[in-house]
C-alpha cells in the first residue's frame, strides 16, 4: 500500500509541474500579449487546478501511511527531528497545502474578473505563486536520487 501510494504521488509530480509550469507561462503570455482569454485557456488553467487537487489528495494519503509522514512526528516529536526529515513531514506538506490554496483562489477569483486581461493576471500570479512555494520544498534529493 504504502509503496504503491509513494509510487503514485512520485510520478504523479511530473505532471503536476508540468501542467503548472504551462499554465503559468500561458497566462503570462495571455496578460502581457492582450489574448483573449479562449476555452484552451480556461481549459488549460482547469487541467492545472486538476491535477494539483488529485497530488493533494494522494499526498494526503501519503501523509499517514508513510513512515517519512506523520509517524516521524510522533515517534521523534517536532524537535527531534533531523533537517532532512523535517522537510518531508513538515515543510513539503505545508507548504504544498497552501500553494494548492492559493491555486484554488486563483481559480476562483480569476471567473470574477471583467477583462480577459485580468483574468490571464489571476492565474499568472496565484498559480505562479504556487509553483514557487511547491518548487521550494521539493525533497529533491530523495526524489531524484541527487
Ligand atoms: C503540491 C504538489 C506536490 C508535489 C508536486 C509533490 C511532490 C512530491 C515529490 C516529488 C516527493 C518525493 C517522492 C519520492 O521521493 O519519490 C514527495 C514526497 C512526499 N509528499 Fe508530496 N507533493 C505535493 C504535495 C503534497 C501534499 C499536499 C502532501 C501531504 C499533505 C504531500 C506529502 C508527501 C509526503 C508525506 C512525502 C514523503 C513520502 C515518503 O518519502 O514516504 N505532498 N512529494
Redesign the pocket.
Known amino acids: 500500500m ?1 509503496s504503491t501510494i ?1 509510487m503514485l ?2 510520478y504523479w ?1 511530473y505532471f ?2 508540468l501542467i503548472l509550469i504551462v499554465a503559468v507561462a500561458n497566462a503570462t503570455i495571455g496578460f502581457t500579449s492582450g489574448k483573449k482569454f479562449t476555452a484552451k485557456d480556461l481549459r488549460i488553467s482547469l487541467f492545472a487546478l486538476i491535477f ?1 487537487h488529485l ?2 489528495l494522494i ?2 494519503i ?2 499517514f501511511v ?4 506523520m509517524n516521524i512526528i510522533s515517534s521523534r516529536g517536532m524537535g527531534g527531528m533531523t533537517s532532512a526529515e523535517r522537510l ?2 513538515l515543510e ?2 505545508f507548504v ?2 497552501l ?2 490554496i492559493l491555486i484554488t483562489i486563483g481559480w476562483s477569483k480569476h471567473k470574477k474578473q471583467e477583462t480577459d486581461k485580468r483574468a490571464f493576471g489571476k492565474i499568472a500570479i496565484f498559480y505562479g505563486l504556487g509553483l514557487l512555494l ?1 518548487l521550494s520544498r ?2 529533491w534529493n ?2 531524484l536520487g541527487l
Not at 508513510?66 to 509522514?69: I, M
Request: net charge neutral.
Open positions: 504504502y509513494q504521488h512520485s509530480a503536476v509541474l494539483t497530488q493533494l499526498g494526503l501519503l501523509y508513510s513512515p517519512n509522514g518531508l513531514a513539503h506538506p504544498g497545502i500553494a494548492i511547491i521539493i525533497p530523495q526524489w
